[in-house]
């Protein structure tokens, strides 16, 4: 296996971006950004990417532009990953058959998609890919939202959030279904490696693409992509309201080795009350009516029972 | 390296086997795929091989007929040999990544053992789901038998493959009728049948590490009419010469000759009926008898159906006075598809031509020689009236009433 990148600091961070251009149409603040750049930064090795149809993909390969300085291809909502599955079973082949161009090379193959494209649409797609052992990384960018469509619940959309197809009104709050628990069930596929991510924790996030780079098998990546126009908040907050969603435990980072030996690798010294998270975005602003506190109640235990349930499976390593 | 495997000069193959046994011959690099009745065995055949040595590619059994395009899709991208076979509803399930392989101009290869669409479900042939690709820019080649099953495999690679055209191509058989009868099939050995296709030739691959390349971009109203222009112009200028080149080397090499329009019977043809699939076989038989008997009719066969080969139909129908279109798929609130095609084709011929349509077979119902004697007498009467003296579409062989529709 080739030598992997050493972590870089902040700065170097912030300053390469050997393969992913700043220059790309994503809102100001996008989280998709920043996380696509801390995953290809974590390595040096040559890579495969696709995008699945989202925001992501419709906003850095507008013809005659290009965004990735890598090769890239984009298919349809539901099957970047098998497209890179295809791309990875021709790799394998032409190396068997002597005909690759550069034999001692190793790239690695990547997978980008939105929630919709992995939670729902692509579900059947992802779930085949990694029932099959395909050598590949895919990385959820999870905004919780179908943004690219005008911002539509998906099966990531947490309770209580407004959306356009979950409106809050005057008789609803909202999306009235919890979040798909997408890690356990791609555990549970028997993965070398999934794990939860945040931009915001960008050294975390790096062990860990490192850590899925390293592996032979399928790999899957949930990062929290914290979305300033469907989740309502100023451009500038992006990565306060990430920090915000690690240390409520709203999004507990840790990791899932072999589908069973399970890692909390973030714990918040001071862990701050779910509200603070939420009231901190326009999507959950009519939580805070007096109608709506028994969400916010459901909230809180919800969290709480998470984070327990977490640490039980962390202590009896399943 | 693949084992090679020594063939009789003539093997007794059905359809299956023949495509199965050409894309063994070309050495796919890749293929994803779906089981799905009666285009099954092209791939089971191919696992096959695999498991004895006889290809050393690398085989995806996925989870759906969408994945299996998606991961041909991919594969080809990244710039190998790929393909794959379907029928009926996985074709259908295919349809959205077929417009997007021919949209990345990838040369991938699909086997489309034809066979009705659901509901009602029915697993027996007729040409439903070939109509639901027509308009998704791949060329598409029609066998009427295994021998041509065989033999198109190796001109679809030749044409697709093809730096000038790098479309994708579907080979069409005819479901059981055709996929699983039994025929002698003339062979070529390895070697010939390779060379005949020649090495791959990557272009844009996504595996050249040192020139990274981009593929599947958003076009807004600015570019996608350019490039789908781009596509409907290569199909219609390029790629039938390459077919006709490729069917030319074909013919030099086996002596086995194809056309872009097979006619059968056509000399001073009054009427003639225009199909595909096994009903070309059928109707040869009929013409000839209805020769011997001193009538002037013929046979038209759709070898290539798309590009559709506008000149070379008008020219085959040239001096026909009355034209049966027969049709093997459910209508559906309009004519059938060949009837529309051939109605676009012939309004700016310059002689004035009787289109009569008949829908037959949906389902596998056959279509036997007593209906085409039946639909010549009435083309024979067409043509001596100068009119239609039957209703414009007809439908062959349901029980019941007689369907037709002035
Ligand atoms: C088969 C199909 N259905 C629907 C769409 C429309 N569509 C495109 S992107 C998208 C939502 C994307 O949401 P997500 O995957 O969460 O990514 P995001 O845009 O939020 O980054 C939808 C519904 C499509 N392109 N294809
Ligand atoms: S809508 Fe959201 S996810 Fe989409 S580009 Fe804007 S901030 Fe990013």
Same mark, same amino acid.
């Given at each position: 296996?080739?030598?992997?990148?050493?972590?870089?600091?902040?700065?170097?961070?912030?300053?390469?971006?050997?393969?992913?251009?700043?220059?790309?149409?994503?809102?100001?603040?996008?989280?998709?950004?920043?996380?696509?750049?801390?995953?290809?930064?974590?390595?040096?090795?040559?890579?495969?990417?696709?995008?699945?149809?989202?925001?992501?993909?419709?906003?850095?390969?507008?013809?005659?532009?290009?965004?990735?300085?890598?090769?890239?291809?984009?298919?349809?909502?539901?099957?970047?990953?098998?497209?890179?599955?295809?791309?990875?079973?021709?790799?394998?082949?032409?190396?068997?058959?002597?005909?690759?161009?550069?034999?001692?090379?190793?790239?690695?193959?990547?997978?980008?998609?939105?929630?919709?494209?992995?939670?729902?649409?692509?579900?059947?797609?992802?779930?085949?890919?990694?029932?099959?052992?395909?050598?590949?990384?895919?990385?959820?960018?999870?905004?919780?939202?179908?943004?690219?469509?005008?911002?539509?619940?998906?099966?990531?959309?947490?309770?209580?959030?407004?959306?356009?197809?979950?409106?809050? #009104? =005057?008789?609803?709050?909202?999306? /009235?279904?919890?979040? @798909?628990?997408? *890690?356990?069930?791609?555990? +549970?596929?028997?993965?070398?490696?999934?794990?939860?991510?945040?931009?915001?924790?960008?050294?975390?996030?790096?062990?860990?693409?490192?850590?899925?780079?390293?592996?032979?098998?399928?790999?899957?990546?949930?990062?929290?992509?914290?979305?300033?126009?469907?989740?309502?908040?100023?451009?500038?907050?992006?990565?306060?309201?990430?920090?915000?969603?690690?240390?409520?435990?709203?999004?507990?980072?840790?990791?899932?080795?072999?589908?069973?030996?399970?890692?909390?690798?973030?714990?918040?010294?001071?862990?701050?009350?779910?509200?603070?998270?939420?009231?901190?975005? #326009? =999507?959950?602003?009519?939580?805070? /009516?007096?109608?709506? @506190?028994?969400? *916010?109640?459901?909230?809180? +235990?919800?969290?709480?029972?998470?984070?327990?349930?977490?640490?039980?499976?962390?202590?009896?390593?399943? | 390296?693949?084992?090679?495997?020594?063939?009789?000069?003539?093997?007794?193959?059905?359809?299956?086997?023949?495509?199965?046994?050409?894309?063994?011959?070309?050495?796919?690099?890749?293929?994803?795929?779906?089981?799905?009745?009666?285009?099954?065995?092209?791939?089971?055949?191919?696992?096959?091989?695999?498991?004895?040595?006889?290809?050393?590619?690398?085989?995806?059994?996925?989870?759906?007929?969408?994945?299996?395009?998606?991961?041909?899709?991919?594969?080809?991208?990244?710039?190998?040999?790929?393909?794959?076979?379907?029928?009926?509803?996985?074709?259908?399930?295919?349809?959205?990544t077929l417009y997007q392989a021919s949209g990345m101009r990838l040369p991938i290869i699909l086997n489309v053992v034809n066979r009705a669409l659901a509901a009602p479900l029915n697993v027996n042939g007729d040409h439903s789901d070939m109509y639901l690709g027509r308009d998704s820019g791949w060329i598409q080649l029609d066998a009427y038998n295994p021998q041509q099953a065989y033999d198109l495999n190796f001109i679809a690679f030749r044409v697709a493959e093809d730096h000038e055209v790098r479309l994708p191509c579907m080979v069409h058989q005819d479901g059981f009728l055709t996929s699983h009868t039994a025929q002698g099939v003339k062979t070529l050995d390895d070697d010939t049948a390779y060379n005949f296709v020649g090495d791959f030739k990557p272009m844009n691959d996504m595996l050249d590490l040192d020139h990274p390349v981009t593929h599947g971009v958003q076009t807004e109203e600015d570019w996608h009419f350019e490039h789908k222009a781009r596509q409907h112009n290569d199909l219609m200028t390029k790629v039938l010469p390459k077919i006709q080149a490729a069917f030319n080397a074909f013919?030099?090499?086996?002596?086995?000759?194809?056309?872009?329009?097979?006619?059968?019977?056509?000399?001073?043809?009054?009427?003639?009926?225009?199909?595909?699939?096994?009903?070309?076989?059928?109707?040869?038989?009929?013409?000839?008898?209805?020769?011997?008997?001193?009538?002037?009719?013929?046979?038209?066969?759709?070898?290539?159906?798309?590009?559709?080969?506008?000149?070379?139909?008008?020219?085959?129908?040239?001096?026909?006075?009355?034209?049966?279109?027969?049709?093997?798929?459910?209508?559906?609130?309009?004519?059938?598809?060949?009837?529309?095609?051939?109605?676009?084709?012939?309004?700016?011929?310059?002689?004035?031509?009787?289109?009569?349509?008949?829908?037959?077979?949906?389902?596998?119902?056959?279509?036997?020689?007593?209906?085409?004697?039946?639909?010549?007498?009435?083309?024979?009467?067409?043509?001596?009236?100068?009119?239609?003296?039957?209703?414009?579409?007809?439908?062959?062989?349901?029980?019941?009433?007689?369907?037709?529709?002035?």
């Open positions: 296996m080739s030598e992997m990148k050493k972590i870089k600091n902040l700065k170097e961070f912030s300053t390469s971006a050997d393969r992913f251009e700043g220059a790309n149409l994503l809102c100001p603040g996008c989280a998709h950004s920043i996380i696509v750049r801390e995953v290809l930064n974590a390595t040096n090795d040559d890579l495969i990417l696709s995008a699945s149809t989202g925001c992501l993909e419709v906003c850095t390969a507008v013809y005659p532009y290009t965004s990735w300085d890598a090769s890239w291809i984009h298919i349809g909502f539901e099957n970047g990953s098998t497209a890179v599955a295809g791309a990875e079973a021709m790799y394998k082949a032409l190396k068997r058959k002597g005909r690759l161009k550069q034999p001692d090379r190793e790239p690695k193959f990547v997978s980008f998609a939105g929630d919709g494209a992995s939670y729902d649409i692509g579900f059947q797609w992802i779930s085949g890919c990694f029932e099959r052992g395909h050598n590949i990384m895919h990385v959820v960018l999870d905004n919780e939202v179908y943004a690219n469509t005008g911002g539509q619940r998906s099966s990531s959309t947490p309770i209580g959030g407004s959306t356009t197809t979950s409106p809050a #009104g =005057r008789v609803s709050y909202g999306e /009235k279904q919890h979040k @798909k628990d997408m *890690l356990s069930i791609m555990a +549970a596929h028997g993965a070398p490696y999934v794990a939860q991510v945040a931009p915001n924790k960008w050294k975390d996030m790096v062990k860990k693409i490192q850590h899925g780079f390293s592996v032979e098998g399928p790999v899957f990546i949930n990062a929290m992509s914290a979305c300033t126009t469907e989740w309502k908040f100023l451009p500038e907050d992006t990565i306060a309201i990430s920090d915000l969603a690690t240390d409520s435990l709203v999004f507990p980072l840790y990791e899932i080795i072999d589908g069973r030996k399970l890692n909390i690798t973030y714990r918040p010294k001071n862990v701050i009350p779910v509200k603070d998270y939420l009231g901190a975005q #326009g =999507r959950f602003k009519h939580l805070f /009516k007096p109608e709506n @506190k028994h969400v *916010l109640d459901e909230w809180q +235990a919800r969290v709480d029972r998470d984070w327990e349930y977490l640490q039980r499976r962390e202590e009896a390593g399943v | 390296m693949a084992d090679k495997m020594e063939l009789r000069d003539v093997e007794v193959w059905d359809g299956n086997m023949a495509a199965s046994q050409a894309l063994r011959q070309v050495q796919i690099d890749v293929v994803a795929a779906y089981p799905i009745t009666p285009s099954t065995p092209i791939v089971e055949n191919y696992g096959n091989y695999l498991a004895n040595g006889y290809v050393d590619g690398e085989f995806i059994m996925v989870e759906s007929e969408h994945a299996a395009m998606s991961g041909c899709i991919g594969a080809s991208a990244a710039g190998g040999r790929v393909a794959t076979a379907t029928s009926s509803q996985g074709f259908a399930l295919m349809v959205e013919e030099k090499l086996t002596g086995r000759k194809y056309n872009i329009v097979e006619t059968y019977n056509m000399e001073e043809a009054e009427v003639a009926v225009v199909c595909m699939g096994t009903s070309v076989e059928t109707a040869i038989e009929v013409s000839n008898e209805l020769r011997a008997e001193g009538k002037k009719v013929g046979v038209i066969g759709i070898r290539v159906l798309r590009p559709w080969p506008f000149e070379q139909i008008v020219e085959a129908l040239k001096g026909v006075k009355a034209i049966g279109a027969l049709d093997r798929s459910s209508p559906n609130g309009t004519f059938g598809m060949l009837y529309n095609e051939l109605a676009g084709t012939l309004i700016n011929c310059g002689e004035a031509k009787v289109l009569t349509n008949y829908v037959y077979g949906l389902g596998g119902r056959d279509l036997t020689k007593v209906h085409l004697r039946e639909i010549y007498a009435e083309l024979l009467a067409n043509a001596e009236a100068g009119k239609p003296t039957t209703p414009m579409q007809q439908l062959i062989g349901v029980r019941g009433p007689k369907i037709s529709f002035h």
